[in-house]
């Protein structure tokens, strides 16, 4: 079983900075497959950015965030990490990780049902 954790949401400007840490725990070799998604009051989920950890480590980021967010991960911290730059009020949300042992990075790149979830962290962007 995997747990997760999440951690770096605030109250931020727009245009400034925020680093979101996700704390990976338990059967993390399992893990193929890492993602952060987004939940604003009254309206859907939707998937923010993705990282199939095999091979080169391939991303997948929505259009509304790209080029403003990067995926990463530390692997010996057993850390997951969504540094967002540039931030927007729309970007305002609870953000979650999820991770998954996906088929392969076709799979894991389009995917938006995940195994497991952390308890999400807040994030706010001001105008």
């Known amino acids: 079983q995997v747990q997760l954790v999440e951690s770096g949401g605030d109250s931020v400007q727009a245009g400034g900075s925020l680093r979101l840490s996700c704390a990976t725990s338990g059967y993390t070799y399992s893990i193929n497959c890492m993602s952060w998604f987004r939940q604003a009051p009254g309206k859907e989920r939707e998937g923010v950015a993705r990282?199939?950890?095999?091979?080169?480590?391939?991303?997948w980021y929505d259009d509304s965030v790209k080029g403003r967010f990067t995926i990463s991960r530390d692997t010996a911290k057993n850390m997951l990490y969504l540094q967002m730059n540039n931030l927007k009020p729309e970007d305002t949300a609870m953000y979650y990780c999820?991770?998954?042992?996906?088929?392969?990075?076709?799979?894991?790149?389009?995917?938006?049902?995940?195994?497991?979830w952390g308890q999400g962290t807040q994030v706010t962007v001001s105008p």
């Open positions: 999820a991770t998954k042992r996906a088929a392969g990075g076709d799979f894991c790149l389009s995917s938006t049902t995940f195994d497991t």
């Open positions: 990282l199939y950890t095999y091979g080169g480590g391939a991303t």
